[in-house]
Each structure stands twice: as C-alpha cells, then as structure tokens.
C-alpha cells in the first residue's frame, strides 16, 4: 500500500494492497476499500463504510460521516459505494440514519465537487451529480439520470432514468424516468432527446415517449387518465413500459407526487 507518512489509517481498517492514501487523510476502523482506489489528501473515511475498485476520491471528501439527522442515534449505519467512482473535491456522503440500513452508490458515476449525499441516499450507475448538488435523505437517483450545478431534491424524491434535470433547480417532486426538468420548482419540459440518443435508444421508441410525454404533460387529463391512455394507444415499447411503471409505483408508495 502506498500511504503516506502524515495519514492516519486505523489498525483494523481493511484495505486491498494497491491502495493509495494520500498526506493527512483520515481512514477509520470499520472502513473496507478495495484494489486500485486511490484517497486524495485530507479526505475522512469513517464509520462502517465500504468503497470498490478503481474509485478517486478527491481532496477533502468526507465519507460515511455521522448522517445531519436528529433522529440518529449513533447505532452502526453504512456507506456502501461500487467501482470506477470518481468523487471530487469537498464532497459529503453521509451514512444513513437507521440501524443497519445503508447510504448506496453505485459504479461509474462522476459526484462533482461540494456535492451532499444525504443518509438513505440510493443512487445507481452511470450519473452525473454536478458542482454542489444537495440530495436530502431517502432520495433514489436511477441509472443515467444528470442532474445540474447547485440543484436540491428535497427529501423521499425519486428521480427516474435517463432524466436530466437542469442548474438550481428546486425538485420537490419525483421526476420520470426520461425527461427534461427545470425551474423553481421543477417543470417537465420535454424528452432528454440527448440521453435517449446517447443511450441508444430506437427511433420507434423515442417517438413512442414523445406520445406518452404529450398524454402526460400537455392533454390536461389526470395522471391516472393518462396513464390509461398511454395503454391503450402508445405502442408499448419497454421505455414506455418503464416509464408506466415508474409512474405507477411513486404514485402509489409516496405522497411526494409526480413532477408535471
């Protein structure tokens, strides 16, 4: 391992050979981190928090630190984080407020400096958090979704895949999966034409969501109407599949309610 003089690295920490810890970090007891990952200078790696392979954690992260919850108790909570993360400078990733539960990212996103994770966090593969954004607890971000410079989700939001939500934006309600939102507060404003082009998605189905956004966010009719409509005559590809049951789901776990 290659740890420098000035860090401190916990006698029961576990790290795989090829760690590189940089001066003055700080790695905890219960921190596992696996082969090729690299820790900048004085970042803090602490409670019972796990990181895969091939991760750059930047200078100065803090991660797996004490969740902003009154409710927490100090009981063993985790910070769980898959492979080829790149997590830059000042980011903050807290650990999640119930006992056993976890704070969960996944592999290949890219976590922009100043950027929160807040406890109970689920986000999945492949996103783009840019330059301090702040995710309350128990917000799920799924795979691909972007989301821009000093947005805040508020707390039990579900951003849904592919969508990409833009700078400063105030999310206080789910997002679809696919879609372009903005504002204060969010507003759809169309298909994120780009993410579905850059994810290979056909041309039969683009122009599938593009009837289903029309249905859904310029007839007027309720979202239960919608839905029906969509059923019944927008050709069922499974994005558009996705996207009813996405709908259907947040409607029926949450009272956040759906972004329209």
């Given at each position: 391992?290659?740890?420098?003089?000035?860090?401190?690295?916990?006698?029961?920490?576990?790290?795989?050979?090829?760690?590189?810890?940089?001066?003055?970090?700080?790695?905890?007891?219960?921190?596992?981190?696996?082969?090729?990952?690299?820790?900048?200078?004085?970042?803090?790696?602490?409670?019972?928090?796990?990181?895969?392979?091939?991760?750059?954690?930047a200078p100065?992260?803090?991660?797996?630190?004490?969740?902003?919850?009154?409710?927490?108790?100090?009981?063993?909570?985790?910070?769980?984080?898959?492979?080829?993360?790149?997590?830059?400078?000042?980011?903050?990733?807290?650990?999640?407020?119930?006992?056993?539960?976890?704070?969960k990212i996944?592999?290949?996103?890219?976590?922009?400096?100043?950027?929160?994770?807040?406890?109970?966090?689920?986000?999945?593969?492949?996103?783009?958090?840019a330059n301090?954004?702040?995710?309350?607890?128990?917000?799920?971000?799924?795979?691909?979704?972007?989301?821009?410079?000093?947005?805040?989700?508020?707390?039990?939001?579900?951003?849904?895949?592919?969508?990409?939500?833009?700078?400063?934006?105030?999310?206080?309600?789910?997002?679809?999966?696919?879609?372009?939102?903005?504002?204060?507060?969010?507003?759809?404003?169309?298909?994120?034409?780009?993410?579905?082009?850059?994810?290979?998605?056909?041309?039969?189905?683009?122009?599938?969501?593009?009837?289903?956004?029309?249905?859904?966010?310029?007839?007027?009719?309720?979202?239960?109407?919608?839905?029906?409509?969509?059923?019944?005559?927008?050709?069922?590809?499974?994005?558009?599949?996705?996207?009813?049951?996405?709908?259907?789901?947040?409607?029926?776990?949450?009272?956040?309610?759906?972004?329209?």
């Amino acid at each position: 391992m290659k740890i420098h003089a000035t860090a401190i690295v916990d006698k029961n920490a576990k790290l795989a050979e090829d760690v590189e810890v940089g001066p003055y970090a700080i790695i905890g007891p219960n921190v596992e981190i696996d082969a090729g990952t690299r820790i900048a200078a004085h970042c803090v790696i602490d409670g019972w928090t796990s990181i895969g392979k091939n991760c750059n954690i930047a200078p100065s992260a803090v991660i797996g630190g004490r969740p902003q919850d009154l409710k927490y108790t100090g009981k063993r909570s985790f910070v769980k984080i898959g492979n080829n993360n790149t997590i830059r400078e000042f980011v903050t990733i807290n650990r999640a407020t119930g006992e056993d539960a976890a704070t969960k990212i996944g592999s290949n996103n890219l976590i922009m400096a100043y950027a929160h994770i807040a406890h109970e966090c689920a986000l999945g593969n492949n996103l783009v958090i840019a330059n301090a954004v702040e995710l309350a607890g128990h917000i799920t971000v799924e795979d691909g979704a972007i989301l821009g410079g000093m947005a805040g989700v508020h707390q039990f939001v579900h951003i849904g895949k592919l969508a990409i939500i833009g700078g400063c934006t105030k999310v206080v309600k789910h997002i679809p999966p696919f879609a372009l939102a903005d504002g204060h507060p969010a507003k759809i404003y169309g298909l994120n034409i780009i993410g579905l082009n850059r994810a290979g998605i056909s041309d039969e189905s683009k122009a599938a969501l593009k009837r289903a956004f029309k249905l859904l966010f310029n007839s007027g009719l309720s979202l239960p109407h919608a839905l029906s409509e969509i059923e019944k005559n927008v050709r069922p590809s499974s994005e558009v599949k996705y996207l009813i049951n996405f709908l259907k789901t947040v409607k029926s776990n949450t009272k956040r309610g759906v972004c329209r």
